[in-house]
Each structure stands twice: as C-alpha cells, then as structure tokens.
C-alpha cells in the first residue's frame, strides 16, 4: 500500500515563504494612521503639556518673579497630572495597573523635572535663554518618553496565547 506523497498527489512544499496577502494601504492611509494613532495622539497631548508648562514657566518666572530653579519643577510639576491622564486613557489607553503605572509615570516624572531643571538652568548659566533650554529639554523628553511611556509605563499587557 502506497501513500499519497509516493504517488505524487501532494503539491510540492515551496521552500519559501508564501508573500504577504495582508491589506494594501496607500500612504495617505498610512499617514492617517501615523496621525490619528498613538504617536499622533502622543505629540497633541504632549503639545497641550507642553503649552501649560511653558506658560506657566514664563508666568512665574517673568511676571511673578519666581527663581528659575523653583518656577522650572513648578511648571513642570503641574502638567503632571494632566498629561498622566491623558496618555493613560486617550494616547496609548493602557491596560496595565493603573497604580503600577503611576508608579512608574511618578519615577519617570521625578527623572524629567531634574533634567528640565538641569538644561534650562545650563542654558541660562552660560548665556543662552532659558526659554530656549525650556524648548530643547522638551525636545529630549519628547523622544525618550515616548518610548518609556508606550514600551515600559503604559504597557499592553499581554495576555498569553492560547493554542
């Protein structure tokens, strides 16, 4: 008795892979979803935090006359909140605990508010603007946090695969 491989009615097993019959997008779809997912809803919300710290900054600093060491972690401090819950629900929806993400976003926080503390008060100490150091510690946190917040405090969690 012969089987069917010996009578050749099996196709032959390619030894490559089957190409990729996934959905073809357009780069206007794309760049839809770039903008509308969560880098997009990353950078609206960072931009929101970043106008109330910035404002806030100067605020202080010009207009009530609070020392830059102290105005800096000030303003910083104070989108803290906002920015927590904004990137929790609306940026990249977490469904992690919420008490060991905010545990993390706090280390995470405290880490940030003594380097903006740090560049924009270099920034002023050798000459430049602190508004200036204010812009280029931001651009900093902008990539790095990113990457912490969507890899490490706002994780997915996986649940595990079931065969």
Known sequence: MSNDKDLGLRP????????????ITSPASRLRNLILG?????LLVGGVSFAVDFFLLVLLHEYFGVELWLATP??????FAANYFLSRFFTFAGSGARG???VKYVALVLFNTVAASLIVSGFEAVGSSYMLGKVASTAM??????FLYKHFVFAQNKAPRVA
Not at 38 to 42: E, I, L
Not at 74 to 79: E, H, K, N, R
Not at 141 to 146: C, K, L
């Open 74 to 79: 000030i303003a910083f401090l104070t989108s």
């Open 12 to 23: 032959p097993v390619s030894p490559h892979p089957e190409p990729y019959r996934g959905r």
């Open 100 to 102: 060991t993400s905010f």
């Open 38 to 42: 969560p880098a997009g809803r990353y």
């Open 141 to 146: 946190m902008t990539v790095w946090n990113y």
